[in-house]
């Protein structure tokens, strides 16, 4: 096979897998997510048929199937200060070696992920004064 054409295959495999991975994972949530609904439709029309309270549904499957939780979660900034960390140092270590190895030019894109790690450190650094200055708001 001519190696041109086969150099065509790896980048359209490449995409037609990576979109085809992510539509099989939406379909097989979206059918989990409608069989659990059936099954708890199923069981609660038995229970009324019975003349039973229908069973209530629980706090955690109601999260499970889409609901946004009301309460806010506590200690937010550690998880966003490891991320902007990991990104920063990424950032600059890509930056240095690929200014290093000769890319001058395409050195300055290593540093989009150091931006974003400098967002995320910013952005811990906020919710830690709002967790420390409001504590009776978190849960």
Not at 7 to 12: L, V
Not at 85 to 96: K, Q
Request: charged residues 15%; contains cysteine.
């Amino acid at each position: 096979m001519n190696p041109a054409v086969l150099a065509m295959f790896i980048p359209i495999t490449a995409i037609t897998l990576g979109i085809g991975i992510g539509a099989l994972s939406v379909w097989t949530e979206h059918k989990r997510k409608a069989q659990l609904l059936e099954q708890l439709h199923k069981e609660r029309l038995i229970a009324l048929e019975k003349g039973v309270p229908p069973p209530d549904i629980s706090p955690g499957l109601v999260g499970f199937l889409g609901n946004k939780p009301t309460v806010i979660p506590k200690y937010l900034w550690p998880r966003a200060m490891r991320t902007g960390l990991a990104l920063l140092l990424i950032g600059v270590v890509c930056f240095l070696g690929i200014l290093k190895a000769g890319g001058d030019e395409g050195a300055i894109f290593a540093l989009v992920p150091a931006a974003i790690g400098i967002a995320n450190l910013v952005y811990a650094g906020v919710m830690w004064r709002q967790e420390k200055s409001e504590p009776s708001k978190l849960a």
